[in-house]
């Protein structure tokens, strides 16, 4: 049963930094696609970067360039979302997404993913 799990969420004060960790169980990684969501209330879903499964190819919003990473690690099954310099607006929850797609570039459209995890929060505030 395919499974993610998000960690690394809290309370962080504006400039600071956090990094979220997805782990999958119950499958393997490197066919995949990663996506990270983010949902904040009262707003829509937003992408925010995703990375591809064929050549590691990355593509981010234009809200979080420059500011935050997405990477991965095929033999631990797990992705990361580091997150630097981060304000208010960062706020949400977050969500690591997947699909298994053999392609090397990736979409933030939320609706070509099928795998989600439960979320974790991230709360920016003085």
């Known amino acids: 049963q395919l499974q993610l799990v998000e960690s690394g969420g809290g309370l962080v004060q504006p400039g600071g930094s956090l990094r979220l960790s997805c782990v999958a169980s119950?499958?393997?990684?490197?066919?995949?696609?990663i996506g990270w969501f983010r949902q904040a209330p009262g707003k829509e879903r937003e992408g925010v970067p995703c990375i591809s499964s064929l050549g590691g190819n990355t593509n981010y919003g234009d809200s979080v360039k420059g500011r935050f990473t997405i990477s991965r690690d095929n033999a631990k099954n797990t992705a990361y979302l580091r997150m630097n310099s981060l304000t208010p607006d960062d706020t949400a929850i977050y969500y690591c997404?997947?699909?298994?797609?053999?392609?090397?570039?990736?979409?933030?459209?939320?609706?070509?993913?099928?795998?989600w995890g439960q979320g974790t929060q991230v709360t920016v505030s003085s």
């Open positions: 119950g499958f393997t990684l490197d066919t995949y696609v």
């Open positions: 997404a997947v699909v298994n797609r053999w392609i090397r570039q990736c979409r933030l459209a939320g609706p070509e993913y099928d795998g």
